[in-house]
T-cell receptor, first 109, second 112 residues
Framework: EDQVTQSPEALRLQEGESSSLNCSYT??????LFWYRQDPGKGPEFLFT???AGEEKEKERLKATLTKKESFLHITAPKPEDSATYLC??????????FGTGTRLQVFP | ETGVTQSPTHLIKTRGQQVTLRCSSQ?????VSWYQQALGQGPQFIFQ???????GRGNFPPRFSGLQFPNYSSELNVNALELDDSALYLC???????????FGEGSWLTVV
């Protein structure tokens, strides 16, 4: 069964404490892996698309990497405004996004 | 700002009623898909429209239906509402290459 699993479910960090979020997937024919940020009560905000193993993309304090079975979202020196739920989704042969349940990140000053 | 707009933002309906949600996609995007997101869950794919034709459907019953118009805007219709239909309904738009898929802010539906 095609699945996307994110870990941890929740993460509490002190401001400046770097960490990584994990997204593992079991789909064949991956066409892309997407990362989104979602604030409470809002729609997902697009962050990155990764296409092939070894690819990396960066945006401000965020860096996304991709292997054949998983992706990591590294957060360097996070700030309280980085607090949100981070969603991972895979896009493959069926033309739909399959989402994980997200990692809820809280960054404390 | 994604350019994807949805309406209404919030609504309350009674079990058994029907609802129509609307989405205006980003300029130049000819593919629109709809997702349902329950509290604490990731979005679940409902269906997708490409150039006014449905070209993909998730595990949702036929009472969930949709339309896409020539200007690529879209509607999601849900008949015979059930309590479990209470959720955030998200519209997403993309171009042919699917390099970026942008979401709107969603429509919060509460069924009582």
């Amino acid at each position: 069964e095609d699945q996307v699993t994110q870990s941890p479910e929740a993460l509490r960090l002190q401001e400046g404490e770097s960490s990584s979020l994990n997204c593992s997937y079991t789909v064949s024919g991956l066409r892309g892996l997407f990362w989104y940020r979602q604030d409470p009560g809002k729609g997902p905000e697009f962050l990155f698309t990764l296409y092939s193993a070894g690819e990396e993309k960066e945006k401000e304090r965020l860096k996304a990497t991709l292997t054949k079975k998983e992706s990591f979202l590294h957060i360097t020196a996070p700030k309280p405004e980085d607090s949100a739920t981070y969603l991972c989704a895979v896009f493959y042969n069926t033309d739909k996004l399959i989402f994980g349940t997200g990692t809820r990140l809280q960054v404390f000053p | 700002e994604t350019g994807v707009t949805q309406s209404p933002t919030h609504l309350i309906k009674t079990r058994g009623q029907q609802v129509t949600l609307r989405c205006s996609s980003q300029s130049g995007h000819n593919t629109v898909s709809w997702y349902q997101q329950a509290l604490g869950q990731g979005p679940q794919f409902i269906f997708q429209y490409y150039r006014e034709e449905e070209n993909g459907r998730g595990n949702f019953p036929p009472r969930f239906s949709g339309l896409q118009f020539p200007n690529y805007s879209s509607e999601l219709n849900v008949n015979a509402l059930e309590l479990d239909d209470s959720a955030l309904y998200l519209c997403a738009s993309s171009s042919d290459n699917r390099n970026t898929i942008y979401f709107g802010e969603g429509s919060w539906l509460t069924v009582v």
